[in-house]
């Protein structure tokens, strides 16, 4: 019962919080931006590959970008790039091991894309995922710094991360603070987690400003459920964004190994938010991995925009 009553608390807790913001900004006469868009794109090449539904059962490194509370366990190091066109790349890296009795993680996201604006009139860029995809005369950076901890407490894994968050703009950059914080537990074959992410003050330039976009997101997964000579897993995960959309990820994969230390991955999943995209975003990806080295591919294709594809190298101990 006392952990029950403690998971409800949590809930109701992020919840209340996610729910503020949203009364908050309707109830305000001037519209500011939400972004910016680093914060809102996959980012882990497993998830990409899943319809951005985080693997809870069964978390690496980039776990530090999605929910803060399950960065114990084994020691793993992740990097990746990913690239939307022609035009815009991320690029990325997350190591996470265990650490004064519960787990530490750290991570760095940059993104690099192309866009039109008045160098003489520094502001802030408002870009969306969609428009990654197109070119402009100017370019703009996005770089996220995070570290995170988490620890177990009355048998529920919680967690806490903050990122350092900036843009860069015609040669003007501004710098904002963040936290992100989340609650994971096991039942039966399934984990499931909660997170609230984006919780801090705004990015400004000159004088436009840009309100972070937070999310709270419940999810659930599970590994390695053995069928035949096959190991399938899968997650979903349901997300509430502070600018009132919903965004719905659903994914699985199957593992096929012929020899004990190689294993071969085929993933699959489906991304949908109605106010961002035309359509669903139906994601794929393949992997290997040989005893503690991986190698991971994913890719997606929004509608109207383009094909994205990502590519990750990662160890594990």
């Not at 975003?281 to 992997?287: K, M, S």
């Amino acid at each position: 019962m006392p952990r029950l009553i403690t998971s409800l608390i949590f809930t109701f807790t992020i919840f209340g919080i996610n729910q503020t913001g949203i009364h908050g900004q309707t109830n305000s006469t001037t519209i500011v931006p939400k972004g910016p868009v680093v914060l809102d794109l996959p980012a882990s090449t497993r998830s990409m590959a899943m319809g951005n539904a985080f693997q809870l059962a069964d978390p690496t490194s980039d776990v530090l970008f999605y929910n803060p509370s399950l960065l114990s366990g084994p020691t793993t190091f992740e990097m990746a790039r990913q690239t939307f066109g022609h035009n815009s790349s991320l690029t990325q890296m997350s190591a996470k091991t265990e650490w004064w009795k519960g787990g530490i993680g750290i991570g760095i996201q940059s993104l690099t894309y192309a866009d039109d604006f008045n160098y003489s009139l520094p502001s802030i860029v408002t870009q969306s995922e969609y428009e990654l995809f197109q070119d402009g005369r100017n370019r703009i950076s996005e770089s996220v710094a995070t570290a995170g901890y988490s620890m177990s407490l009355a048998g529920i894994d919680w967690g806490i991360s903050t990122k350092a968050i900036e843009q860069g703009a015609g040669g003007s950059r501004n710098q904002s603070f963040a936290f992100d914080f989340g609650g994971s537990g096991q039942l039966g074959i399934f984990t499931f987690g909660l997170a609230h992410q984006n919780l801090g003050r705004k990015l400004r330039i000159g004088n436009s400003q840009m309100t972070l976009k937070n999310r709270t997101t419940l999810g659930a997964a599970f590994n390695d459920w053995i069928l035949g000579p096959l190991d399938v897993g899968g997650s979903a995960a349901l997300s509430k964004n502070s600018d009132g959309s919903v965004t719905q990820s659903i994914g699985g994969e199957i593992s096929w190994w012929p020899v004990v230390g190689r294993t071969f991955t085929a993933r699959f999943g489906v991304r949908n938010n109605e106010q961002e995209f035309r359509s669903a975003v139906l994601t794929f990806g393949i992997a290997f991995r040989g005893d503690a080295f991986g190698l991971d591919y994913a890719s997606n294709e929004i509608e109207g925009a383009g094909h994205s594809h990502r590519l990750s190298i990662s160890w594990r101990q």
